[in-house]
Nanobody
Framework: QVQLVESGGGLVQAGASLRLSCAAS????????AGWFRQAPGKEREFVAA????????YYADSVKGRFTISRDNAKNTVYLQMNSLKPEDTAVYYC?????????????????WGQGIQVTVSS
């Protein structure tokens, strides 16, 4: 199993950018597809972005396409979520997830390992 820790969140104004990082333990992270999910207060957790083991395939929720970019650096055991043009509706706790599968997944049930979550707050 892989342990995941998110970092890089915070409070920003609308239009600003943030980069979230998800650090994974172990030396086999390259064998894991990864993804980002988020959960706003009172709402269900939703898919944000996903990436295959190699980074060759990426997927995004319609709400973040063109603004967010998921990437990974397997040498650093880290997956990133670059968030640009942030909107108040992006406010949520963001979770990094991983699955021991080379192909990317986009559903909660696809992932077996989860980080603790990190708060992103976007004000007007």
């Amino acid at each position: 199993q892989v342990q995941l820790v998110e970092s890089g969140g915070g409070l920003v104004q609308a239009g600003a950018s943030l980069r979230l990082s998800c650090a994974a333990s172990g030396r086999t992270f390259s064998n894991y597809a990864a993804g980002w999910f988020r959960q706003a207060p009172g709402k269900e957790r939703e898919f944000v972005a996903a990436i295959s083991w190699s980074g060759g395939s990426t997927y995004y929720a319609d709400s973040v396409k063109g603004r967010f970019t998921i990437s990974r650096d397997n040498a650093k055991n880290t997956v990133y979520l670059q968030m640009n043009s942030l909107k108040p509706e992006d406010t949520a706790v963001y979770y990094c997830a991983a699955r021991y599968e080379l192909r990317a997944g986009t559903r909660e049930s696809d992932f077996g390992s989860w980080g603790q979550g990190i708060q992103v707050t976007v004000s007007s």
